[in-house]
T-cell receptor
Framework: GIQVEQSPPDLILQEGANSTLRCNFS?????LQWFHQNPWGQLINLFY???GTKQNGRLSATTVATERYSLLYISSSQTTDSGVYFC????????FGAGTTVTVRA | DAGVIQSPRHEVTEMGQEVTLRCKPI?????LFWYRQTMMRGLELLIY????????DSGMPEDRFSAKMPNASFSTLKIQPSEPRDSAVYFC?????????????FGEGSRLTVL
């Protein structure tokens, strides 16, 4: 199956900082999604973004499918942004990355 | 829609007991997935169904694990007999490819502890 590499593996931010998370894929992607797993373990859909750019509040994502990567931007980070961020290619069989653990300090 | 509904949310059982986890997918979704999440292995796909038919069960660890989907609105994952190494969070997810979105939605998970 497709290999998914996420970077960085860990990120510590001061509240209010901006950051960029990256996802690289070993093959072309068709149904890319970003998820946030909060400290309670819930997997929350952030973006379904096969290509292009989307924005939702302080979060935005860009996928360049032909170059096999996607970026997640967090602006003005808040402590509630803490958790693990996963990207995944949702093409009939979800291939998850190992995640980026984000810790936002007050 | 209420989203993907899983039960129980938490289960503590003793080694050797049978465990049954339940999932109700989002109405109209054609695909249903069972995942397991542990610290060591992350998120692993166990099995998925399309239109109630198991398509790929290559991720099922061993014969102690079985999954069924008797109808479009219900699926079970059964472990018999359970072992301590089965302790994990089990997620169910569904997707409606027919809607041409491909977006996958997860339930809140069932946290299993086998003593």
């Amino acid at each position: 199956g497709i290999q998914v590499e996420q970077s960085p593996p860990d990120l510590i931010l001061q509240e209010g900082a901006n950051s960029t998370l990256r996802c690289n894929f070993s093959d072309s992607v068709n149904n890319l999604q970003w998820f946030h797993q909060n400290p309670w373990g819930q997997l929350i859909n952030l973006f379904y973004i096969p290509s292009g750019t989307k924005q939702n509040g302080r979060l935005s994502a860009t996928t360049v499918a032909t170059e096999r990567y996607s970026l997640l931007y967090i602006s003005s980070s808040q402590t509630t942004d803490s958790g693990v961020y996963f990207c995944a290619d949702n093409d009939y069989k979800l291939s998850f990355g190992a995640g980026t653990t984000v810790t936002v300090r007050a | 829609d209420a989203g993907v509904i899983q039960s129980p949310r938490h289960e503590v059982t003793e080694m050797g007991q049978e465990v049954t986890l339940r999932c109700k997918p989002i109405s109209g979704h054609d695909y249903l997935f069972w995942y397991r999440q542990t610290m060591m292995r992350g998120l692993e796909l166990l099995i998925y169904f399309n239109n109630n038919v198991p398509i790929d069960d290559s991720g099922m660890p061993e014969d102690r694990f079985s999954a069924k989907m008797p109808n479009a609105s219900f699926s079970t994952l059964k472990i018999q007999p359970s072992e301590p190494r089965d302790s994990a969070v089990y997620f169910c997810a569904s997707r409606g490819l027919a809607e041409n979105t491909g977006e996958l939605f997860f339930g809140e998970g069932s946290r299993l502890t086998v003593l």
